[in-house]
T-cell receptor, first 110, second 115 residues
Framework: QKEVEQNSGPLSVPEGAIASLNCTYSDRGSQSFFWYRQYSGKSPELIMSIYSNGDKEDGRFTAQLNKASQYVSLLIRDSQPSDSATYLC??????????FGKGTRLHILP | GAVVSQHPSRVICKSGTSVKIECRSLDFQATTMFWYRQFPKQSLMLMATSNEGSKATYEQGVEKDKFLINHASLTLSTLTVTSAHPEDSSFYICRSGGGGTDTQYFGPGTRLTVL
């Protein structure tokens, strides 16, 4: 069974520090990887996608992918209270299928 | 970017009522729509996948006669919760599919409260 694993948290990080969110997946053939942010009571919002090994940076966000280790992470630099949310890792193991992790709750401490 | 809308955003109804939720792709054609349910502080749960012009595919444990899905056009998918009960109270969210994986956008969600 294809799975995406995340630590549920909560992960507490001081304001201004780097928040590191991790995700592992089971399907070695997966090609596309996504990070979504979900605020309480709202639907998920796509914030990053990554397709090849290495780092991808977008503003304060950096996604890191290691296909050999089946590991994808999201770094948030200069964490702000507004970054407090649940972050969902998602993996595309085959066409038209996306598997979501259960999410990691991130709490930025002011 | 692409936008997916949902209507209504919030609905409160009496037990036994049927409730229809609409999900529209506004500037692209969504050949596939995914329907999720999310209870408070819980993770997303995929309920079913609808494909334009064909029957929906339901996940294990989801009653197809209770959650009716129709995907009549490339821009509209509907979920009808039939004879709703308080345990159906949840946050229902649709997500577009089809085309590239970057077209996977969530609708804003519909919060259903059944009294």
């Amino acid at each position: 069974q294809k799975e995406v694993e995340q630590n549920s948290g909560p992960l507490s990080v001081p304001e201004g520090a780097i928040a590191s969110l991790n995700c592992t997946y089971s399907d070695r053939g997966s090609q596309s990887f996504f990070w979504y942010r979900q605020y309480s009571g709202k639907s998920p919002e796509l914030i990053m996608s990554i397709y090849s090994n290495g780092d991808k940076e977008d503003g304060r966000f950096t996604a890191q992918l290691n296909k050999a280790s089946q590991y994808v992470s999201l770094l948030i630099r200069d964490s702000q209270p507004s970054d407090s949310a649940t972050y969902l890792c998602a993996v595309n193991p085959e066409e038209r299928v996306i598997i979501f992790g259960k999410g990691t709750r991130l709490h930025i401490l002011p | 970017g692409a936008v997916v809308s949902q209507h209504p955003s919030r609905v409160i109804c009496k037990s036994g009522t049927s409730v229809k939720i609409e999900c529209r792709s506004l500037d692209f054609q969504a050949t596939t729509m995914f329907w999720y349910r999310q209870f408070p502080k819980q993770s997303l749960m995929l309920m079913a996948t609808s494909n334009e012009g064909s029957k929906a595919t339901y996940e294990q444990g989801v009653e197809k006669d209770k959650f009716l899905i129709n995907h009549a056009s490339l821009t509209l998918s509907t979920l009808t919760v039939t004879s709703a009960h308080p345990e159906d109270s949840s946050f229902y969210i649709c997500r577009s599919g089809g085309g590239g994986t970057d077209t996977q956008y969530f609708g804003p969600g519909t919060r259903l409260t059944v009294l």
